[in-house]
């Protein structure tokens, strides 16, 4: 599971000193209040529909034969990170719906922060701490073995958060959009010139997202992430 990559700032190393210097166990703050819950289930609502559009524009570009040769017939039982990578990297493809793609890469680190470490508000903060035991992460971002009793932890700023909700909001719009776009194109081919023979669809230039493109999002920072007890 991709975590977002630890960003050292300011910010973020006061978080977690205090997160290291706290007089009672990370698991007793407080829980995320009601928009901090709304928040976070909109993330991943959000890439639930990510996701099926995904699946439903590979598909499309499958069944068009609009892929490369080596994907071709294959793209139905692949990973979503596959799915992404073969998107992101289609001939053609315009900069801007490239850079789209690449940030729901990027952007689905948050979600698996959100989705699957437990979430707990700094008492005095608007930010969260998230923890978890699973020693796969831990040694995936920290390089090691967990000791017993030791858990990851990872910080980040709500603001941080809200941004990039609105970014992955604006993304999941156009996706859906080039989507349909998409499927229209394959699907109902224009009419050749009563004097010219039909001609099979233009496979070279689909851009992944037609004339439609996502505007530039941001870069955003995420949280600094670390082992404890």
């Known amino acids: 599971m991709a975590l ?4 050292e700032t300011e910010r973020n190393r006061y978080l977690m000193e205090l997160v290291r210097n706290a007089s009672e166990p990370i ?4 829980a995320p209040n009601k928009d901090d819950v709304v928040l976070i289930g909109k993330i991943v609502m959000l890439y639930s529909y990510i996701d099926f559009n995904l699946r439903r524009m590979i598909e499309v570009l499958d069944h068009a034969k609009a892929l490369p040769p080596a994907w071709l017939g294959k793209t139905a039982k692949m990973h979503l990170s596959d799915v992404e990578t073969i998107l992101e990297t289609t001939p053609d493809i315009s900069p801007n719906n ?3 793609l690449s940030r729901i890469k990027e952007f689905r680190k948050l979600r698996n922060l959100l989705a699957h470490f437990a979430v707990k508000r700094f008492p005095t903060e608007d930010a969260l701490v998230f923890v978890t035991k699973s020693a796969a992460d831990y040694k995936r971002v920290l390089g090691a073995e967990p000791d017993p009793g030791v858990v990851m932890t990872a910080v ?3 603001s ?4 990039v909700c609105r970014m992955i909001e604006e993304i999941q719009h156009w996706l859906s959009a080039a989507t349909n776009d998409l499927e229209t194109h394959f699907s109902n081919p224009r009419p050749a010139p009563p004097d010219r023979p039909a001609r099979e669809p233009n496979k070279e230039r689909h851009g992944c997202g037609t004339s439609r493109s996502s505007r530039q999002a941001a870069r955003s920072g995420g949280g600094a992430t670390s082992g404890g007890r």
């Open 160 to 163: 941080q958060i809200r941004d």
């Open 98 to 100: 490239a850079l789209a």
């Open 4 to 7: 977002p990559s630890s960003v």
């Open 156 to 158: 980040a700023d709500l």
């Open 27 to 30: 698991i007793n703050w407080p």
